[in-house]
């Protein structure tokens, strides 16, 4: 097993940052944020796209000049793709 | 003599486009790659008289062509025929951008540069790193750079020159596999070798992509090799799949990941000398599941006392001219009813909200700081493990987080959720999020009533909200509809101090926001509530339009001990929240004359009734918009149920307290 095997584990098991993933494995914040990283780009996470898209379907968009508080964070949710191989594993 | 292409491929945010530009300087050419949309860059630069073309190719983590970007890198790379691959590496994050060289290594090619970027940050860090040992641990030149101070561009040039004409001949390590994988690599290998894809692929690459079912290269193993044969070799691979119980794609980036660490190791060094950084440190308490709340409560107590203690004397003085103002302007108008509309109506309810501004504009201002210092991120996780344990769907919270400033985009965001019950969930709880129009009734009544304790009252009703959106949550995943948990992870920002710049242009942007609303739907609601309240008698007569409106509700408010007044208010927040002081402002004409016709009881019983009792005509008809007007329904009698509920207790509990 690898750190990127572990993140997605800790991630599966409900895990919900970084660096509570980092400080369970022993790891780096920035270690982690890498192998979320490379899970997203083996499709094994998404990012959520929150706010951009809220905010231009929104139907007040003339007259708001952008009240959504866009908390500068970014949230993946783990895939279907990750879930069969939960299954698969057991 | 044709130009020789020199090829720029690195992870997003290494430097690629100040690399790019240090190189090329003012001779660049956008346009787009072929068929698609992606932002294509070339330039030139020019060693020792001879001119290279530079091909800025799209960041990315690796070349696994799940998304457009990474295609088009991995197709220029293995078809565009570059001369010399330049890798930008991030020194500062060595592993997760060696994932990548990793994935350069396996596609067979031979001519790759690492330019080692961001050197300051790594030795500000502490990361030591032994340039000769990596050079030579990876088999190709290694330039350390800081590309941000023009720092290596010189030698990175000489280097692409001496790789470009043979004068250096780099020699890549080949990643290698656990013995099982690599004997499905030479497996997989061997019945490729007889096509004629080996002359135009590295076998072994293609071999790799099989293993890891990459779509494109399945394609072109079914163009040469034909149907039965794919099938023989994937259900091969499945095999292998099912003997390690995981996905032949996570095995191989896993095992890359410890092939990259074992290097690593011979060339890397961290002097753990600065310990923990300042982000890790702050967010052990202000993501604690304990101090990280005690934290909120703190920062949104010293937020509200910052708005007050510099808001509400701006808000006097506003407050004070508008009624100047409508003095002054009242003996100038012969009309009656035309001094009653402008004076009373529409100087008396705009001005009324319009008062508010500073107050408004301070919260703005202090709520764009905490999102950019990336306070809201923390608060976003903080909430996360709160609803977690009401019962919501964790990924239903991120909607949530954006009810703060409005609910309607928050209603909408809910669209992002795959499961209908997790939207109908996060629809249901959302309404209760105080967003920033409930918010100037909130520091209105504080600021009217409380003259001492008012960020206190403030933060108390905010909290109640909070509540009762944490029992609803409970409510509605317990009876209504069940969901489960999507996990899910929040990657948090480094805290960072904001730049004013963009907090004041957001304060304004949304400030603007709430003097527009004022200039319209306020407007308008103002004359309407004047023309309700002087029709067909004034109040006062008992035969206004308002009055019989607002009789009609009043046995209903009174046990809660609010009058009709409160009823034609609440009414007309259903329009807007911010109308509830417009109206108050045209039924009692000064606040003056309001403050003493209520206990600060019945006026605290009225903010968290204002805040809790129904979504907003926009809300509403977002709900209906993402689900139908059943739910919308459904949530609207909730809460006005709920806000009578809590505005009866809270009334009946302050009565007995002796308030
Ligand atoms: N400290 C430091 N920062 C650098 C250096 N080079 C670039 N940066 C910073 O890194 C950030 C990203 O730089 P870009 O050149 O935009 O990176 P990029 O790889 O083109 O990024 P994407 O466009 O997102 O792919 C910027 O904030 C730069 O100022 C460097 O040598 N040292």
Redesign the interface.
């Known amino acids: 097993?690898?750190?990127?095997?572990d993140v997605?584990e800790a991630?599966?098991?409900?895990?919900?940052?970084?660096?509570e993933?980092?400080s369970e494995l022993k790891l780096d914040?920035?270690?982690v944020?890498?192998?979320?990283?490379?899970l997203?780009?083996?499709?094994?996470?998404e990012r959520?796209?929150?706010?951009s898209?809220?905010?231009s379907?929104?139907?007040?968009k003339k007259?708001?000049?952008?009240?959504?508080?866009?908390?500068?964070?970014?949230?993946?949710?783990?895939t279907e793709?990750a879930f069969?191989?939960k299954n698969?594993?057991q | 003599m044709a130009m020789k292409v020199v090829a720029l491929a690195g992870?997003p945010n290494v430097g690629k486009t100040t690399v790019f530009n240090a190189l090329t300087g003012m001779r660049q050419h956008v346009g787009n790659w072929p068929g698609v949309t992606v932002e294509k860059k070339e330039g030139v630069f020019e060693y020792k008289g001879e001119r290279f073309l530079v091909v800025d190719l799209p960041g990315?983590?690796?070349l696994?062509a799940?998304?457009i970007d990474?295609l088009v890198a991995r197709n220029f790379l293995l078809n565009g025929n570059p001369d010399v691959i330049v890798n930008i590496v991030d020194a500062?994050?060595i592993?997760?951008n060696l994932?990548l060289t990793m994935e350069i290594f396996d596609m067979g090619l031979k001519n790759v540069v690492i330019a080692l970027n961001k050197m300051d940050l790594a030795e500000k860090r502490g990361i030591k790193i032994d340039i000769r040992k990596m050079a030579e641990t990876l088999g190709v030149p290694v330039v350390p750079m800081s590309a941000k101070e023009g720092v290596g561009i010189e030698e990175l040039k000489e280097t692409v020159y001496n790789v470009a004409h043979g004068k250096v001949r780099p020699n890549p390590v080949t990643p290698t596999y656990d013995p099982d994988v690599e004997r499905e690599i030479r497996h997989i290998s061997m019945a490729l070798s007889q096509t004629e894809l080996t002359e135009r692929y590295p076998v072994r690459w293609l071999a790799i992509k099989l293993l890891q079912r990459d779509d494109e290269v399945m394609k072109l193993v079914l163009r040469y090799l034909g149907e039965e044969k794919l099938k023989e070799i994937m259900g091969h691979i499945g095999e292998a799949?099912?003997k390690y119980?995981?996905?032949m794609?996570?095995i191989l980036?896993?095992?890359k990941?410890?092939f990259i660490?074992n290097l690593m190791h011979r060339f890397i060094r961290y002097t753990k000398s600065e310990g923990i950084n300042l982000?890790?440190q702050l967010?052990?308490l202000l993501?604690h599941p304990l101090y990280g709340f005690l934290a909120l409560g703190i920062v949104f107590y010293v937020v509200f006392k910052f708005v007050f203690a510099i808001g509400l004397p701006l808000q006097g003085v506003l407050d004070d001219s508008f009624s100047a103002f409508g003095e002054w302007l009242a003996p100038h108008i012969a009309s009656e009813t035309l001094r009653g509309l402008l004076v009373d109506g529409i100087i008396g309810g705009v001005g009324a909200v319009l008062s508010f501004f500073p107050l408004v504009f301070l919260l703005f201002l202090s709520?764009s700081v905490l999102?950019?210092v990336?306070y809201?991120?923390r608060?976003?996780?903080l909430m996360?493990?709160l609803m977690r344990k009401f019962g919501l769907p964790?990924?239903a919270v991120?909607?949530l987080?954006?009810g703060?400033?409005?609910n309607?985009?928050?209603v909408?965001?809910t669209?992002?959720l795959d499961e209908e019950r997790d939207r109908l969930v996060a629809m249901f709880v959302n309404p209760f999020i105080p967003?920033?129009a409930r918010l100037s009734v909130i520091s209105f009544i504080s600021g009217a009533f409380f003259a001492k304790h008012h960020a206190l009252v403030a933060v108390s009703v905010y909290l109640l909200a909070i509540v009762v959106a944490l029992l609803s949550a409970r409510f509605v995943s317990t009876f209504l509809v069940k969901g489960e948990?999507?996990?899910?992870?929040?990657?948090?920002?480094d805290y960072l101090i904001p730049s004013w710049k963009t907090v004041l242009l957001?304060s304004?942007?949304?400030?603007?926001?709430f003097v527009?609303?004022a200039g319209?739907v306020i407007l308008f609601g103002s004359i309407f509530i004047w023309y309700l309240s002087n029709y067909p008698l004034p109040v006062g007569t008992g035969s206004s339009y308002a009055e019989k409106i607002g009789m009609f509700f009043e046995p209903y408010m009174k046990l809660m001990s609010l009058d009709w007044k409160a009823a034609v208010s609440l009414l007309f927040g259903i329009i807007a929240k911010e109308n509830v002081i417009s109206t108050y402002g045209i039924l009692y004409g000064s606040a003056d004359a309001l403050v003493n016709a209520m206990t600060p009881l019945q006026a605290y019983v009225l903010a968290v009734v204002t805040t809790l009792y129904i979504p907003c005509i926009?809300t509403i008809?977002?709900i209906r918009?993402e689900s139908n007007w059943r739910w919308a329904a459904i949530v609207t009698v909730y809460m006005i149920f709920v806000a009578s509920l809590v505005g009866i207790t809270v009334w009946h509990l302050g009565s007995v307290l002796g308030y």
């Open positions: 097993m690898s750190i990127i095997d997605l991630i599966l098991e409900g895990k919900k940052n970084p660096s993933i980092a914040r920035e270690e944020e890498g192998a979320i990283n490379i997203q780009s083996l499709g094994y996470v959520i796209e929150k706010g898209n809220a905010c379907s929104c139907p007040l007259v708001c000049g952008g009240s959504c508080v866009l908390p500068k964070s970014r949230t993946y949710v783990v793709k069969s191989l698969h594993s | 992870n990315t983590y690796s696994t799940h998304s990474e500062t994050s592993l997760r994932f799949e099912a119980g995981r996905a794609d996570l980036a896993s095992q990941y410890e660490d982000t890790d967010d052990r993501i709520l999102e950019d990336g809201m991120a608060v976003a996780v996360e493990k964790g990924k991120i909607p987080i954006l703060l400033g409005c309607v985009p928050a909408m965001a669209r992002t967003c920033s948990e999507t996990p899910f992870v929040i990657e948090l920002p957001h304004w942007e949304r400030s603007k926001e527009q609303k319209t926009a008809a977002a918009a």
